[in-house]
C-alpha cells in the first residue's frame, strides 16, 4: 500500500506550549489508522493540521506526494466526521447530506442518486424529510457519515466521533464504521482515548503522548510488544517492574532470575519488565516462582483482579480462580509472558498498582472524554 | 407537589399579569376606543375612513423605513459578520464602541448629523462646498441608518457568534470556500438575528418623528409626524385611528416575518 | 480579505463616530454656533453646571431610570420565573405575546395609548378628589410607563437563562431542604444573576434614553433630560447640550475601560476583572446618588443666611413658556426667575404665611403644544404666556383666570396702545410680555437689493433652493394671503384654496419648511431668505453680520405674547405677584435685552441702558437705522396700513381663532401641500426594488426547497396514507 499522506517534522505550539513536537508520520492508502492517546497528546491537533483546520508551525503535509501545507480545508480531499457531528440545524436530513454535492453543482439526478445511496448504507431510508434535531445520537452520527462520504473522499477524519454514545451503541457503530470502511476501500484515520476502540478497529494504531508519538504499529504489536511504560499501561493493564538483563534470555527482578525471550541489551543493564495481568499463574506459594500476600480480590465477571503483595511492590493478577483475601499464594510465570523494555522517561511512572483502584481510573476516563 | 407549583407559577407571574393588563392592554383598548369615536364621544367609523388620506403618508414612511432597514442590513451584515470573526477582545472593543454613540441621546445625536450636513453646516464650511443633503430623502434615511445601525448589528452579531465554531469548519471540510460558507450555512442561520434585526429598525423607522423633521426640511411628512400633529392640534380621535392601523400593519408583518423564518428554520439559498 | 474587514471597520466606524466627535468639538466652541468652530473655549461647560434647569433634568432622568429599571427588574424577573414554570402552552403564549407588545409597538403608539390612558385615569380620579392635577401623577404616571415599555427586555434577558439553567438545581435544592422560595432566592437567583443585572441594565439606558413615551406621557413639573432637549433642539441647540453628551459619553467609555479591564497573565484574570467590574459598578452607582442627592440639594431653597427651609413650606410655582424666552443669568445677564424667588422670599414671604417660593420653569415651542398640553392632560400651570388669538380661544373656552390684570400695581408701566387690546378687551386675563412683527430676512450677500421690499422675495426662482418657509400651517399660509391682499382670518373656503396654490407654486423654490431651525441656517448661511420675527432676527443678527431684515409693505402679522393665569392654576396670588414683577424696571430690561423682542413696558422703552444697548447693537440697516429703529419706529398700525384698509379693519393683520371648521379644512390644506410630490421617483423604485428582492429570494427559496424535495415528500405521503389505511 502506497503512501497516501505524509507528515514531516510537524510542530505546532499553542500559547507557547508544544502540542506537537517535530512530528513525522506517513499514512498509507485504504487504511484505518487511529491516533490514541490521553487527553492533550496532540492526537486531535494533528487531525486537525490534516483536515486543513490548522496550520503547522513547522513542517509539511504530503498529499499523494504533493505538498498541501497551505491548501486550505475546503480544497482538500478529505472530510471530516466531527465530534460533535456539526450537522447543519437549517437543513434536514437529506439536504445535509447533499450538501457538498451542491457546493460542487452537481446535476440533480446524480445528487439524488449518490445521497440515497449513503443513506441506504447507514440504514436512514425514509428519514430524508426529519429536522436533523430531531434525531438521535446515533442517528446524527450516521447522518455526520453519509455526509462526509458522499463526496467520495479518499481520506475520512473521525475525531473522537462515538464519544457521545452509550456504551451499547458505540460498540454497535465500531463494527458499522470497520465495514464501511472495508465497503468502500479508503482510508480512514480515527482519533480516540479509548484504547478497546482503538485495537479491535484499526489497522495500524499510533500511541500518542505528550505532543510525541510512541508507538506506531498494529494492534498486536501494540499488545504484546509496547515500546516503554507509558505504552505498556495506556494499552491494558500492565505489571511494570524494573529489572536487570543479565545476559540475553535472562532477566533479574523482585529478587529472582527469570528466563524470558528478549535479547540485544547490554550486560546488567536496567530495564522495564512489563508483565500482564492475565499471563500470570496463581499457584501454591511453595510451587511458585515468587511469593506474596494477596491484599484485595475483587470480582469482574469473567475473572477474579487480585493485588498481590511482593516484597512492597504490588502486582495486579487476573485468575479465574478465586482466593483468599490475606492468603500467601506463589505466582508462576512463563517466560514469553515477560516483556522486556528499554528504560524510557516514563519509567517508574506506571505499572505500580499500590494505589490503585477502580474509582481513580475511572476519573482518569473522564478526564480523557473532557478532551475535544 | 404539583399543586404547589402550579401555584408558584401564578404567584410568579401575578404582578406581571396585572401590570401587563392593566398598563398594556387597558391603554390599547382606549385607543381603540377613540378610534372609532367622535370628537364628542360618539360610535363612528368616519376616522377609520378618512385614513385613506393618510395613505400616501403610510406609503412614503414604509418606503423609506423599508430602503432604510435595508441599508442598514447591506451595512450591518457584513459589520457584525466581521465583528464576529474578530478575536474576543477586539470583539469586546468593537461592541463597546458600537454601543458607545448610543448614550448620546438620539435627540442630540441627529441635531448632531444636521447641522454637519446643513448646507452652511459643518462639513459643507469644511470643504467650502454647499452640497444640498438636509431636506432631502436621503438625508432622513441616512438619519434612520445612523441612529438605528447598533440594533441591527448587535442582534446579528449575537446570532453569528453563537454558531457552533464547528459549522464553519464542517463548511470548510465539505467544500465551501470562506464565501460560499457564509452564504449557504452562516447567513442561514443567522435568519433568527436578520429578523429580530430588520424588526428592531423597520418599527422605529416607521413611526419616526424627529429624524424626519430635522433632516427633512420639513418639505414632507412622515406618519409619526402626523401622528404627533394630530396630538398637538387635540384631533386625538384621528392620531388614535392612525396609530391603530399603524400597529396592526406592524405587528401583522413582523408575525409574517417570524412565521418565515421559524418554518423548517431558515431559508435556502 | 483580512485587509478588506479591517478597512471596512474603520470606515463604518469613523462615519459612526464624525457625529460623536463633531458634537465633542462643537462643546468646546467659543461662539454660540453648531456649525462653526470660532476659538476654545470652557464656557458651556460652565453654563451647564450653573444650568439648574439642566440638573433638575438630569436628576429627574436618572431617579426615573433607577427606579424604573428597579421596578422592572423585580417584576420581570418574578415574571420570567412565572411563565418558565407555565405547563399550559396556550397562556404562557398569550402572555408572552403580550408581554412583547410595546417592545415590538412603535414607541408613538405606546405614547399615545399611556397618555390617553392616564387621561381617562385623571378623568376618574378628578371624580374622586376633586382637586387633582396631573403633576400629582405625574411621576407615577412615567415611572409606570418607563416599567412597561422596560419590562419585556428584562423578560428577554432572564427567560433564555432560566431555559438553559433548567430544572436540576432547584430540585436539587428542594431535595437538601430549601423551601421553594429559598431555592429560588438561594440557588436560583444566583445563577440567574448575570441575565438579571443585564436586563436591568438594558432597562436603565432605555429609560435613560426615551423621548417619545415621556414626550407623550410626561407632566410639566418633570422634565427629564430628551424632553428639555427636545425643547430645546425646537429651537436651537446651545452648544451647553453637547457638553452634557461630552460628559455623558466620556464618563461611560471611562466606565466600560475600567469593567473590560483585563490583566495580561490569564490566572490572575478573573479575580482583576471581577475587582474592576465592581469598580466600575460602584463609581457608576455613585455619580447616579452625587448627581441626584447634589441636585436636590441644589433644588431646596437656601435663603442668604443659609437656612434651608423644608420642602412642605415651599411653593412650587410652575411657569409655562416658550423656549428662551426669559432672561436666564446666561453671560451676565440677570436670572430673572431666581431673582423673583430672591426678591418673594425676602420682602413677600410674610404676606404668604413665611412660605418660600421656587419656580418650576417649562418651555413650549408653539402655542398649539402648550394648548394641547393644557386642555389635555390636565396639567396645572400658574402662569403661560400665550400669543393673542391663542388668548381669544383659552378665553372663549373659559381656560384662564379673570384675574383683573388692572388691579396690578405695576400695570401701569403698559404702554396705552397695548391696553384693552382687542383680544382681551378690558384687560381682565392678560398682561402683555413681548410684541412683534414677521419679517424677512434675507442674506445681504446673497440677495440682490432691487428684489426686496415685498413678499414675494420669497416666490423668486432666482433664490431657488435657497428659501425657508415656516413649517407650521396659520404662518406659512399667511404669508401668501398677505402677499395676495387675503383675509389671513378669512372663513371663505376658496380664499384658503387660493393661498394653497400660492404655497404649491413656491414649494419647489424651497430649502424646507422650518421652525426655528431658522436659526440655524441662517446664521450660517446654508439659506438666503427666511420669514421670521424681528426679535429673533436681531439674536441672528449678532451672530452673521451679514443679514438683513425688512418689513414687505404689502404687510404682516403682528402678535402680542402676553402673560396668563390658567384657570386651574393652583397658586393664581403668587401667580400675580410674579406677573407684577415681570412688569418692574429690571426683570423687564433684562427680558427685552435678552429675548430681542420689542416689549410693551414705558420703563423698558425709556430705560437708558436699554436705549444705549438696542443702538449699539451689531445691526445696521440699509439706511443706517438701529436695533432699536426697527424694533420701535416701524408701529403696526403703520406698517399694517394698506393691509388693513384693504381688508376692511384695525386689526386685520393679527390672527384671529379659527373655527374648528376652518382648522380642519387649514390642516387638511396643509397635508396636500406636504403631500405634493413628496415622494421622489427613486424613493419608489428602491422601495419596490427591495421588496421584489425579498419576495423573490422568499419565494425562490420555497420553490427550491420544495423542488428538491418532491420525491420524498411524495413517499411521505403515501407512507402517512397508508398509515391512516391500516388505522382505519
Not at chain 2, 457568534?161 to 464553519?168: E, L, V
Not at chain 2, 429624524?211 to 412622515?222: M, R, V
Not at chain 3, 443669568?329 to 430673572?336: E, I, K, Q, T, Y
Not at chain 3, 401701569?412 to 414677521?438: A, C, H, Q, R
Request: one cysteine or more; glycine letters at 6%; proline letters at 4%.
Amino acid at each position: 500500500m502506497a503512501k497516501l499522506i505524509e507528515l514531516k517534522g510537524i510542530s505546532k505550539s499553542y500559547d507557547g506550549e508544544k502540542v506537537i513536537d517535530s512530528m513525522d508520520l506517513y499514512i498509507r492508502d485504504k487504511e484505518f489508522i487511529t491516533f490514541l492517546g490521553p487527553s492533550g497528546c496532540g492526537k486531535t491537533t494533528t487531525l486537525r493540521i490534516i483536515g486543513g483546520f490548522e496550520t503547522a508551525d513547522e513542517g509539511q503535509v504530503y498529499f499523494d506526494g504533493v505538498d498541501i501545507s497551505d491548501v486550505p480545508a475546503y480544497k482538500r480531499q478529505v472530510n471530516t466526521v466531527f465530534q460533535k457531528y456539526a450537522l447543519f440545524p437549517h437543513l434536514n436530513v437529506y439536504e445535509n447530506i447533499a450538501f457538498p454535492l451542491r457546493i460542487k453543482k452537481l446535476p440533480e439526478d446524480e445528487i439524488r442518486t449518490r445521497v440515497t445511496d449513503m443513506l441506504k448504507m447507514v440504514a436512514l431510508v425514509g428519514f430524508e424529510n426529519k429536522s436533523v434535531s430531531t434525531l438521535s445520537g446515533g442517528q446524527q452520527q450516521r447522518v455526520a457519515i453519509a455526509r462526509a462520504l458522499v463526496s467520495h473522499p479518499r481520506v475520512l477524519l473521525l475525531d473522537e466521533p462515538l464519544g457521545a454514545l452509550d456504551l451499547k451503541l458505540r460498540k454497535d457503530m465500531q463494527n458499522e464504521l470497520k465495514s464501511i470502511q472495508q465497503a468502500i476501500g479508503i482510508t480512514f484515520v480515527y482519533v480516540t482515548h479509548d484504547q478497546e476502540e482503538a485495537l479491535s478497529m484499526s489497522d495500524t494504531v499510533v500511541v500518542m503522548a505528550d505532543g510525541e508519538i510512541q508507538q506506531i504499529g498494529t494492534p498486536t504489536d501494540i499488545y504484546n510488544e509496547p515500546k516503554n511504560a507509558f505504552v505498556a499501561d495506556f494499552i491494558g493493564e500492565s505489571n511494570i517492574i524494573d529489572g536487570v538483563m543479565l545476559e540475553d534470555k535472562r532477566v533479574k527482578f523482585a529478587s529472582h532470575v527469570f528466563d524470558c525471550v528478549d535479547g540485544g541489551y547490554d550486560k546488567n543493564e536496567a530495564v522495564d519488565v512489563v508483565i500482564r495481568p492475565e499471563d500470570v499463574d496463581v499457584v501454591a506459594p511453595d510451587k511458585g516462582m515468587l511469593q506474596g500476600q494477596v491484599t484485595a480480590v475483587t470480582f469482574k465477571g469473567v475473572h477474579y483482579e487480585i493485588i498481590v503483595d511482593i516484597k512492597g511492590f504490588k502486582w495486579m493478577i487476573q485468575s479465574t480462580d478465586y482466593v483468599e483475601p490475606d492468603a500467601i499464594i506463589g505466582l508462576y510465570i512463563e517466560p514469553d509472558a515477560i516483556h522486556i523494555m528499554k528504560k524510557s522517561k516514563y519509567s517508574g511512572m506506571f505499572g505500580d498498582y499500590s494505589s490503585f483502584s477502580d474509582e481513580i481510573d475511572q476519573l482518569s476516563d473522564a478526564d480523557a472524554a473532557l478532551e475535544f | 407537589m404539583k399543586k404547589k407549583r402550579s401555584l408558584m407559577q401564578y404567584i410568579c407571574a401575578a404582578p406581571h399579569i396585572f401590570w401587563a393588563v392593566l398598563f398594556i392592554v387597558l391603554p390599547l383598548i382606549i385607543v381603540l376606543g377613540y378610534a372609532f369615536t367622535d370628537a364628542d364621544g360618539n360610535f363612528s367609523f368616519s376616522n377609520i375612513t378618512s385614513l385613506t388620506d393618510y395613505a400616501p403618508i403610510f406609503g412614503l414612511s414604509l418606503e423609506l423605513a423599508i430602503i432604510a432597514t435595508a441599508v442598514c442590513l447591506f451595512i450591518g451584515y457584513p459589520l457584525a459578520y466581521f465583528i464576529a470573526k474578530a478575536k474576543p477582545r477586539t470583539q469586546k472593543i468593537l461592541i463597546m464602541l458600537l454601543m458607545l454613540p448610543m448614550w448620546t441621546n438620539l435627540l442630540i445625536r441627529t441635531y448632531s448629523i444636521m447641522a454637519i450636513l446643513d448646507d452652511g453646516g459643518f462639513l459643507n464650511s469644511l470643504l467650502n462646498t454647499s452640497f444640498h443633503i438636509v431636506g432631502t430623502k436621503g438625508a432622513v434615511i441616512f438619519g434612520m441608518v445612523y441612529d438605528f445601525l447598533p440594533y441591527m448589528v448587535l442582534p446579528i452579531y449575537t446570532c453569528i457568534s453563537k454558531i457552533d465554531k464547528n459549522m464553519w469548519e464542517a463548511a470548510a471540510d465539505l467544500g465551501c470556500s470562506p464565501v460560499t460558507t457564509l452564504v449557504k450555512v452562516i447567513f442561514p442561520l443567522s435568519m433568527s438575528g436578520i429578523i429580530s434585526g430588520v424588526t428592531m429598525v423597520l418599527v422605529p423607522s416607521i413611526s419616526t418623528f424627529y429624524i424626519s423633521q430635522k433632516l427633512g426640511g420639513g418639505t414632507f411628512e412622515l406618519i409619526g409626524d402626523t401622528i404627533e400633529r394630530q396630538f398637538v392640534t387635540g384631533a386625538l380621535n384621528v392620531g388614535a385611528a392612525i396609530s391603530l392601523v399603524m400597529m396592526i400593519l406592524i405587528l401583522i408583518s413582523i408575525g409574517i416575518m417570524n412565521k418565515f423564518s421559524d418554518e423548517d428554520g431558515g431559508i435556502i439559498v | 480579505m483580512k485587509y478588506a474587514s479591517r478597512i471596512y471597520l474603520c470606515l463604518i466606524f469613523g462615519i459612526l463616530y464624525i457625529p460623536i466627535v463633531t458634537l465633542m468639538l462643537f462643546s468646546f466652541n467659543a461662539e454660540n454656533s453648531t456649525a462653526e468652530f470660532t476659538g476654545f473655549s470652557l464656557k458651556w461647560y460652565l453654563e451647564l453646571f450653573n444650568s439648574p434647569e439642566t440638573f433638575t433634568a438630569l436628576r429627574n432622568t436618572l431617579i426615573l431610570a433607577v427606579l424604573s429599571a428597579l421596578l422592572a427588574t423585580v417584576i420581570g424577573t418574578l415574571a420570567a420565573e412565572g411563565i418558565y414554570r407555565m405547563k399550559n402552552k396556550l397562556v404562557k403564549s398569550a402572555i408572552t405575546s403580550v408581554t412583547n407588545i410595546p417592545m415590538m409597538n412603535p414607541d408613538i403608539v405606546t405614547g399615545m395609548s399611556m397618555m390617553l390612558f392616564f387621561a381617562a385615569v385623571m378623568g376618574i380620579l378628578a371624580l374622586v378628589i376633586p382637586n387633582i392635577s396631573y403633576n400629582d401623577i405625574g411621576f407615577a404616571a412615567m415611572l409606570i410607563a418607563h416599567t412597561t415599555f422596560c419590562l419585556p427586555y428584562v423578560i428577554l434577558s432572564v427567560l433564555p437563562r432560566l431555559t438553559e439553567l433548567g430544572d436540576t438545581m432547584s430540585e436539587a435544592a428542594l431535595d437538601l431542604g430549601c423551601t421553594p422560595l429559598q431555592a429560588f432566592i438561594k440557588v436560583k437567583l444566583p445563577n440567574i444573576m448575570p441575565a438579571v443585572l443585564s436586563g436591568m441594565v438594558m432597562a436603565f439606558t432605555l429609560s435613560l434614553d426615551d423621548f417619545v413615551i415621556s414626550y407623550f406621557v410626561g407632566p410639566s413639573n418633570f422634565q427629564t433630560l430628551p424632553l428639555l432637549i427636545y425643547s430645546m433642539t425646537k429651537k436651537k441647540v446651545t452648544p451647553d447640550m453637547y457638553a452634557l453628551s461630552t460628559i455623558i459619553i466620556v464618563t461611560v467609555f471611562i466606565l466600560l475601560i475600567i469593567s473590560n479591564f483585563k490583566s495580561d497573565k490569564p490566572e490572575a484574570n478573573t479575580r482583576k476583572k471581577k475587582i474592576a467590574s465592581i469598580v466600575s459598578l460602584a463609581v457608576a452607582a455613585v455619580l447616579i446618588v452625587a448627581i441626584i442627592i447634589g441636585s436636590f440639594f441644589g433644588g431646596s431653597v437656601v435663603d442668604e443666611e443659609g437656612n434651608v427651609t423644608a420642602a412642605k413650606d415651599v411653593i412650587v410655582l410652575n411657569v409655562y413658556n416658550w423656549g428662551e424666552y426669559i432672561s436666564d443669568g446666561f453671560d451676565g445677564s440677570l436670572d430673572v426667575n431666581k431673582a423673583f424667588t430672591e426678591y418673594f422670599n425676602k420682602h413677600l414671604s410674610a404676606k404668604y404665611g413665611g412660605k418660600k417660593v421656587e419656580i418650576n420653569y417649562t418651555t413650549y415651542a408653539t402655542n398649539e403644544d402648550m394648548y394641547s398640553k393644557l386642555s389635555n392632560s390636565a396639567v396645572k400651570y400658574d402662569i403661560v404666556i400665550p400669543s393673542d388669538y391663542m388668548i381669544e380661544k383659552m378665553i372663549a373656552e373659559d381656560m384662564l383666570l379673570a384675574f383683573d390684570a388692572k388691579s396690578l400695581p405695576n400695570y401701569d408701566n403698559i404702554l396705552d396702545e397695548f391696553k384693552g387690546s382687542y383680544y382681551d378687551e378690558n384687560d381682565m386675563y392678560s398682561v402683555p410680555y413681548t410684541y412683534g412683527m414677521v419679517g424677512i430676512i434675507y442674506n445681504k450677500t446673497m440677495v440682490d437689493k432691487e428684489d426686496l421690499g415685498s413678499w414675494d422675495l420669497l416666490w423668486n426662482d432666482k433664490y431657488a433652493g435657497k428659501i425657508l418657509q415656516f413649517n407650521n400651517p396659520r404662518d406659512a399660509f399667511a404669508t401668501a394671503m398677505y402677499l395676495d391682499g387675503l383675509d389671513v382670518n378669512s372663513k371663505d373656503p376658496e380664499v384658503w384654496n387660493r393661498a394653497l396654490e400660492l404655497l404649491m407654486i413656491q414649494k419647489p423654490y424651497l430649502q424646507g419648511y422650518v421652525n426655528d431651525e431658522i436659526f440655524n441656517k441662517m446664521t450660517t448661511e446654508s439659506a438666503a431668505i427666511a420669514p421670521y420675527f424681528v426679535g429673533d432676527f436681531l439674536i441672528m443678527a449678532d451672530q452673521e453680520e451679514n443679514l438683513g431684515f425688512y418689513f414687505p409693505e404689502e404687510g404682516v402679522n403682528y402678535f402680542v405674547d402676553a402673560m396668563c393665569i390658567p384657570k386651574n392654576a393652583e397658586h393664581p396670588e403668587i401667580a400675580k405677584e410674579y406677573i407684577n414683577f415681570m412688569l418692574s424696571e429690571e426683570p423687564a430690561v433684562a427680558n427685552a435685552e435678552y429675548i430681542g423682542y420689542a416689549s410693551p413696558n414705558k420703563l423698558v422703552i425709556e430705560n437708558e441702558e436699554y436705549i444705549e444697548y438696542m443702538t449699539d447693537y451689531a445691526y445696521e440697516g440699509e439706511n443706517g437705522e438701529t436695533a432699536y429703529d426697527l424694533l420701535y419706529s416701524n408701529n403696526p398700525a403703520v406698517v399694517n396700513k394698506a393691509y388693513n384698509e384693504k381688508i376692511g379693519s384695525d386689526n386685520a393683520a393679527c390672527y384671529r381663532n379659527f373655527t374648528p371648521e376652518i382648522q380642519s379644512r387649514v390642516n387638511t390644506l396643509w397635508e396636500n401641500l406636504k403631500l405634493a410630490d413628496a415622494t421622489e421617483l427613486w424613493v419608489h423604485i428602491t422601495a419596490i426594488t427591495i421588496v421584489v428582492a425579498v419576495v423573490a429570494l422568499a419565494v425562490y427559496s420555497v420553490y427550491i426547497k420544495k423542488k428538491r424535495s418532491r420525491f420524498y415528500r411524495y413517499r411521505d405521503r403515501e407512507n402517512r396514507k397508508a398509515k391512516a389505511n391500516t388505522n382505519s
